[in-house]
Nanobody, 122 residues
Framework: QVQLVESGGGLVQTGGSLRLSCAAS????????MGWFRQASGKEREFVAA????????YYADSVKGRFTISRDNAKNTVYLQMNSLKPEDTAVYYC???????????????WGQGTQVTVSS
């Protein structure tokens, strides 16, 4: 069982930065792939970024590539999402997820956090 708690969301102006954190419970954190997804109002949840537990390989949606960076600290059971050059279209609730393998569809992830709101003002 894995429990996830996100933090770090907030209101930021266009071009600004935020860093999201996701703290995970459990002693096998390093075995899990970790992902970030987001859901804007009235839209479906979409993949943002993911990082493998075994080798740290990272994957990004085209819309955030070059602006967002996912990282993890296995000693702290925490995954991060550094978001730079934020745009109004990045406004959404951001969710952390965990699963043993990386799947780009949100339906393939078994563990989810409660979400944290990110709002980018123009």
């Amino acid at each position: 069982q894995v429990q996830l708690v996100e933090s770090g969301g907030g209101l930021v102006q266009t071009g600004g930065s935020l860093r999201l954190s996701c703290a995970a419970s459990g002693r096998t954190f390093s075995s899990y792939a970790m992902g970030w997804f987001r859901q804007a109002s009235g839209k479906e949840r979409e993949f943002v970024a993911a990082i493998r537990g075994t080798d740290g390989n990272t994957y990004y949606a085209d819309s955030v590539k070059g602006r967002f960076t996912i990282s993890r600290d296995n000693a702290k059971n925490t995954v991060y999402l550094q978001m730079n050059s934020l745009k109004p279209e990045d406004t959404a609730v951001y969710y952390c997820a965990a699963e043993l393998t990386i799947i780009f569809s949100p339906t393939g992830w078994g563990y989810w956090g409660q979400g944290t709101q990110v709002t980018v003002s123009s």
